[in-house]
C-alpha cells in the first residue's frame, strides 16, 4: 500500500478528473487539481515543496502537458516533484511525447491504484511500444463501477455517471461533426477524449474502438479508417446504455 501522497493532479476533463480525485482522496492522499496547463504550473511554481507527485495529463488546453512539464522542471524553488504523464492515447507521437518532456513515467488511462503503485516502485520508464490498439476484449469493466460504489456514497456514483454519458454524448457529436467536414485534427482530438473518459467508467469496447480511431485520423495513410470510425459509432450506444443501468442501480 502507498503511503499519504500530497498530489497535483492536471486533467482538463471534468468526469475524469472528479473520478481520479475521488480515488486518490479515498485512498488517502491529499489532491489538488489544475484544469489546463498553465494552472498546473502555475500550481507547482507557487508550492513547489508542497507536492510528492504531480499527474500531467498530456492533452491539456492553454499549454500541453509535456509543455508543461518541461515549464515545471525549469522552475529554480525546491526539489522537483515526481511527475507521472496521464494519456490515452494510442500514437507513436503521443507515447513519445510523454517520455521525452522529462517526466518520470507514463500512466495509460484509466487512472487505477495498482498501476500508479507499480509506476512509483519502479524507476524513469522508456517509452512504451507503440503497438496497435487491441481489437478484442470484455466490452464492459463492471469492477470500475464497483470500485466507484465501494469508494463512494451512492448519490455521488450516480451523478458521476450522468456526467461521462452527457460527456460522452457531447464528445461524439463532435466527433460525427469533424469528421463529416473532414476536420481530421478535431476528430482525432475528440476520439482521444471518449477514450480517456470511456476507460474510466468501465466502457472498454468503447475505449479500444476510440484509441484505435485516434491512431487511424493520426496515421494519413491508414487503410481501414472507415471501419475504425464506423466501429467507434457502434460502440457509442451501448456504452451509453451500460452508464444508463450503471446509474441506475446505484440510486437503487
Known sequence: MMPPLR???????????????????????RVVTAEDGPAAVSAAAAAFDAFDLILM????????????????????NGRA????????SATADGQMRCVGCGADGVLTKPLRLESLAAALGSGPQAAPSPAEP???????????IATMREMLPAARVAE????????????????????????????????????GVSGQYGCLA?????????AGLEDGACADLPQRIGASSAA???????????AAAARG
Not at 9 to 25: K, P, Q, S
Open 7 to 29: 498530489i497535483l493532479l492536471a486533467e482538463d476533463e471534468a468526469v475524469t478528473r472528479l473520478a481520479a480525485r475521488a480515488l486518490l482522496e479515498r485512498a488517502g492522499h
Open 57 to 76: 495529463d498530456l492533452e491539456l488546453p492553454g499549454l500541453p502537458g509535456d509543455e508543461a512539464v518541461r515549464a515545471i522542471r525549469l522552475q529554480p
Open 81 to 88: 516533484p515526481r511527475i507521472l504523464m496521464l494519456t490515452a
Open 134 to 144: 487491441p481489437s478484442a476484449g470484455p466490452a464492459f469493466e463492471e469492477a470500475a
Open 160 to 195: 458521476l455517471i450522468d456526467k461521462t454519458a452527457a460527456a460522452l454524448r457531447q464528445h461524439g457529436d463532435a466527433l460525427e461533426e469533424a469528421l463529416r467536414t473532414g476536420n481530421r485534427r478535431t476528430a482525432a482530438t475528440m476520439a482521444h477524449r471518449i477514450a
Open 206 to 214: 468503447l475505449r479500444r474502438t476510440a484509441r484505435a480511431l485516434e
Open 236 to 246: 457509442l450506444a451501448p456504452a451509453l446504455e451500460f452508464l444508463e443501468r450503471c
